[in-house]
């Protein structure tokens, strides 16, 4: 590193802040954070089954177009993350770039979309430890074993970033052995359909009463599940060694890399399972476990689930960990409810009252799991309250530089192509929150209630409403206040950092 080259914690001092997390991590630790999150695995097991009922084997093409755009996402927020390397980015790029008001509720939204997505992760991951000694959980017994997973991460979370990491480094072999390995040999080997199956929709929007152009619109719905949480890897950025450059290539190959694995386990399944029209109809549920055990034989059944297991955790755990981490960053600013304790770090240097406060919240909807409808109305929610501080975030660097307010000033730049490739990612954001949002009956279990069907545009509306009344009510945007004045803006750092 070059002589005048400014150490991590001068940025973050003259980003207005003290180092007190932990800053170990390198390029690699971070990616796996990432990558633990985004998870080929949850996000596969998320979308396929829901894809091929809606539009058969020809659901697969949504992923890659899904995969380009949200490349676009990453392209706004690498330039974002290399001028402002903060844990909580949502919140605090949306404080430099724009209204007060605005950059709270962007991360105020971003917050409860994941740590509602961690209720989800904890409640899909606990029925495979049931299926470890081949039992079916009740509804109690799911939800308890599911607030177990969330106290033990938590756990995990409370003993520092370096353990942290070394658990799901543990999931990422995981994903490799069941990702990479298991998708080649279904590929490779154990292919039982031609490849015109991928183009095949095997009459599953007709007999949901759709057109063909209905049912890929409401795959790239599905599709836009498997690739998130790739903003995981800007919540560590204050435990990431040289984090203005690491942190955005860090986002780079956790989503490509898990976007790519994505896709050809996708196509793996489609290919190697026994009767895809089975999935079509509804009568299997589980079709990756089906062509795995269908190829591999009985044998296979038991490993894959601990693998699954192994790889929902570190999900979990990851996500935790970024949530935690951006209730910290909110916290230290006097800007959430109880930010004096949520702001806490304890002697391992991790971010405990955010880890707790994470911790009761998610925990506080996992009793909806009681109840399939209330959790399937959850589930929908979450993956439209992840887009929508997407599109925000977008939304406001556009504008800043629309205004000429900003001009990106980090270790990445994008020079001419950075306004035309924020106006796509502004334009797919947008389309793909609608899209998400769109109340569709087909995407949800039949006889499922209405509300489980509006579940995306409702729960976007009631995390949205219920923060404007906070924000009315207690005025966090006037304790906001302005950047420091005393201290060097990100911008003077960047020609010593390039």
């Known amino acids: 590193m070059a002589e005048n080259t400014p150490s991590d914690d001068d940025t973050l001092a003259a980003l207005g802040y003290r180092q007190e997390l932990r800053r170990s991590l390198s390029v690699l630790g971070n990616i796996s954070m990432g990558f633990a999150v985004v998870s080929p695995v949850v996000g596969l097991y998320a979308a396929v089954q829901v894809g091929m009922s809606v539009a058969g084997g020809a659901w697969v093409w949504a992923l890659p177009l899904c995969l380009l755009c949200q490349c676009l996402v990453v392209a706004v927020y690498s330039e974002l993350a290399s001028q402002w390397p903060l844990a909580g980015g949502a919140y605090q790029w949306g404080r430099r770039l724009a209204n007060p008001g605005v950059a709270w509720l962007t991360g105020w939204m971003w917050q409860f979309a994941v740590m509602f997505g ?11 430890l049931f299926a ?3 039992a079916v959980p009740t509804p109690t017994e799911q939800v308890l074993v599911s607030v177990g997973f969330v106290l033990f991460c938590t756990l995990v979370n409370a003993c520092g970033i370096n353990l942290l990491r070394w658990f799901v480094s543990l999931g990422i072999a995981a994903e490799a052995v069941a990702s990479v390995l298991v998708g080649l040999t279904l590929l490779l080997v154990f292919r039982q359909h031609g490849f015109s199956l991928l183009t095949d929709f095997l009459d599953a929007p007709a007999g949901l009463g759709i057109g063909d152009t209905g049912a890929l619109l409401a795959a790239l719905a ?5 690739f998130v949480g790739f903003d995981a890897c800007v919540s560590t950025a204050e435990e990431t060694k040289d984090a203005a450059r690491q942190v955005p290539r860090a986002m780079w190959w956790s989503l490509l890399s898990v976007g790519l694995v994505v896709i050809l386990n996708a196509v793996s399944v489609e290919l190697a399972h026994p009767n895809p029209a089975d ?16 190829a ?3 044998w296979a059944d038991k490993p894959f689930v601990l ?6 955790t570190a999900c979990l755990m990851a996500s935790q960990g970024g949530a935690a981490r951006g209730l910290y960053s909110l916290a230290r600013d006097d800007v959430f409810p109880f930010s004096r304790q949520v702001r806490k770090v ?6 405990i009252g955010g880890l707790i ?4 919240i998610s925990c506080a909807a996992l009793p909806l799991g009681l109840s399939t409808s209330a959790i399937g109305s959850l589930m929908t929610f979450g993956s439209a309250a992840i887009f929508a501080p997407f599109f925000l975030i977008c939304l406001i660097a556009l504008v800043a530089r629309l205004r000429g307010s900003w001009t990106p000033a980090g270790a990445v730049r994008y020079g001419r192509l950075g306004t035309p490739l924020n106006l796509l990612a502004v334009l797919w954001t947008g389309f793909e929150l609608v899209n998400i949002c769109w109340p569709r009956a087909v995407l949800a279990p039949a006889g499922a209630p209405w509300y489980q069907i509006w579940a995306a545009p409702l729960g976007v509306a009631t995390v949205t409403l219920v923060g404007l009344a906070y924000l009315l009510a207690r005025r966090p945007d006037r304790r906001m206040g302005d950047i420091d004045q005393d201290r060097p803006p990100a911008d003077e750092l960047a020609p010593a950092v390039l």
């Open 132 to 134: 470890l000694f081949g």
């Open 279 to 294: 999935v079509v109809s509804g009568q299997d549920l589980d079709p990756v476990t089906t062509a795995v055990t269908h």
């Open 357 to 360: 406060a994470a911790t009761l």
């Open 346 to 351: 304890n002697r391992h240097k991790a971010p």
């Open 307 to 312: 693998v699954v297991l192994i790889s929902f």
């Open 118 to 128: 961690n209720t989800t992760v904890a409640y899909l991951a606990s029925p495979w």
């Open 296 to 298: 591999f034989g009985g």
């Open 222 to 226: 599905v599709a836009g599940w498997a």
